[in-house]
């Protein structure tokens, strides 16, 4: 009986199309397995072009194989997870690979990783972007996982990958979870973007009174330029939509209410337990959860909020100071995500390649992004880059947007036009370029109620003073 070279378990929508994927490829035979039969029947019966070779049972899945076998798992994170792997280890043998192909939060991948390769057996975290299209079509791909099982591995996955500029879309991440986490804050990123881009839309149509369909074409101007992305494109097809029940905007008829699958949530999580700021990040999670407080905003009262007009004199400089503000907080965005990715590669072990990252995002991903070209060659010139907004190009795209940035959250604020990821991003960027911070007052009353300590900026060492009574200051290393 011939074997396949690729398997996979779990053939949801996802697991389906990503082993339509390998099946089209040139070389790749396919093993097939889900635990519902039927959906397996289902995918041969409807594809009976595809070189698969499905399974009833996991034995017959694993037998299927050939050596190393290569099983690539697209079930739902957490438990049903943990099973999948339990069973392929049991029945796998030494060199063989174990792919973890879902969302799976990467703390959960640094330990299984720890618990299968005590058997021998590769375990690879992959973060896997595109949705079901990219699955099906070509996705970017962000393996970890060893070396070793990437040299097997990896050529299987540049083969399914997207292709950008002429490079497949995926690259070897890092050792253990580090597949996971850059999955990870892409995904965070990905929160980020789709808020600002809301928040531009809003602004545009409470201030500058523009239609859904008007907003539409702004966007597909903007996606000739600098702001050329695939959140960009697809937002201009969103608000283009009219209801077909009710011939309104179908942005109109959508509930206000944006869910979440908790990666974003992870993100700000993971950057807490770093101590590096993603602001951007948080807010745009932080607003998904107000949206969904129903209850709050229909008790909210009628505020006298002290809101007052923004007048527009000049449509055009509107909407130019707009797209302005977009791009300046979307590179804000950007750079406090590869910000958390070096701080997680530091925290872990990994050796993490920026500039590799930001190449394999600029296909097949959900925050590709013409930009990513420009983030790829800032860690190129300068692999030890302290933060993005150095660079020399993103140096000057912040100041050439500096003022339109300020204007827009002024006035948006005045208005009462909710914009906390353009706020926030506005108050990182000042925070970074202050010479003081009120820093030192927190220090200071830290040490007043706890004896937290402080440094002083004029002498080493750790001090605290006696606040009451007594304020002398003793050092204390």
Not at 107 to 125: A, L, N, P, W, Y
Not at 240 to 254: F, M, N, R, Y
Not at 355 to 378: E, H, M, P, T, Y
Not at 420 to 442: I, W
Request: aromatic share 8%.
């Amino acid at each position: 009986m011939s074997k396949a070279n690729i398997g996979v378990v779990g053939l949801a929508v996802m697991g389906s199309n990503l082993a339509r994927n390998l099946a089209s490829r040139a070389g790749n035979s396919v093993a097939i397995y889900n635990r519902s039969v039927d959906k397996t029947e289902a995918l041969v019966a409807q594809h009976p072009e595809a070189n698969f070779i499905a399974s009833e049972t996991i034995d017959e899945f694993v037998a299927s194989l050939s050596t190393p076998r290569t099983a690539i798992i697209m079930v739902q994170a957490g438990a049903g997870t943990d099973a999948v792997i339990s069973a392929l280890a049991e029945r796998f043998e030494e060199g063989d690979i174990i792919v973890d192909g879902g969302n799976a939060l990467y703390t959960d991948t640094i330990r299984r990783e720890k618990e299968v390769s005590q058997k021998g057996i590769h375990f690879v975290g992959a973060g896997i972007s595109g949705g079901e299209e990219g699955a099906l079509k070509g996705p970017s791909i962000m393996p970890g996982g060893t070396k070793e099982s990437y040299e097997t591995l990896g050529p299987i996955l540049a083969s399914i990958a997207a292709v950008a500029e002429g490079e497949p879309c995926v690259t070897h991440v890092g050792t253990d979870g580090a597949g996971h986490f850059v999955k990870m804050i892409h995904n965070g990123i990905e929160y980020a973007d789709m808020q600002l881009i809301a928040e531009a839309y809003d602004i545009l149509r409470q201030a500058g009174g523009l239609s859904p369909m008007e907003v539409s074409g702004v966007l597909e101007n903007w996606n000739k330029g600098e702001l050329e992305s695939y959140l960009i494109e697809i937002t201009a097809e969103v608000l283009s939509q009219v209801d077909a029940k009710t011939g309104k905007p179908l942005v109109d008829v959508i509930l206000d209410a944006a869910g979440s699958k908790g990666t974003g949530v992870w993100t700000v999580q993971s950057a807490l337990d770093l101590g590096t700021p993603v602001s951007g990040i948080a807010e745009a999670v932080f607003a998904r959860s107000l949206s969904s407080q129903s209850a709050q905003r229909k008790a909210a009262p009628t505020f006298s909020a002290g809101t007052t007009s923004w007048d527009i004199a000049d449509q055009a400089a509107f909407i130019e100071s707009v797209r302005k503000a977009l791009y300046a907080s979307k590179i804000v965005a950007y750079a406090q995500g590869f910000d958390a990715i070096r701080a997680g590669a530091a925290e872990n072990n990994w050796e993490i390649n920026l500039g590799a990252v930001a190449k394999i995002w600029r296909g097949g991903c959900i925050i590709r992004a013409q930009f990513l070209n420009r983030i790829s060659d800032a860690y190129g010139k300068n692999e030890q880059l302290v933060s993005l907004l150095f660079d020399d190009y993103f140096t000057k795209a912040i100041e050439d947007a500096a003022a339109s940035w300020r204007e827009v959250v002024a006035k948006a604020s005045l208005a009462g036009i909710p914009v906390p990821a353009f706020a926030s991003s506005l108050s990182y960027f000042d925070g970074l370029r202050a010479t003081r911070l009120p820093a030192a007052l927190v220090q200071g009353q830290r040490d007043f109620f706890g004896a937290h300590t402080y440094k002083r900026v004029d002498m080493p060492g750790t001090f605290h003073t006696l606040w009451s009574g007594d304020k002398s200051e003793i050092r204390t290393d």
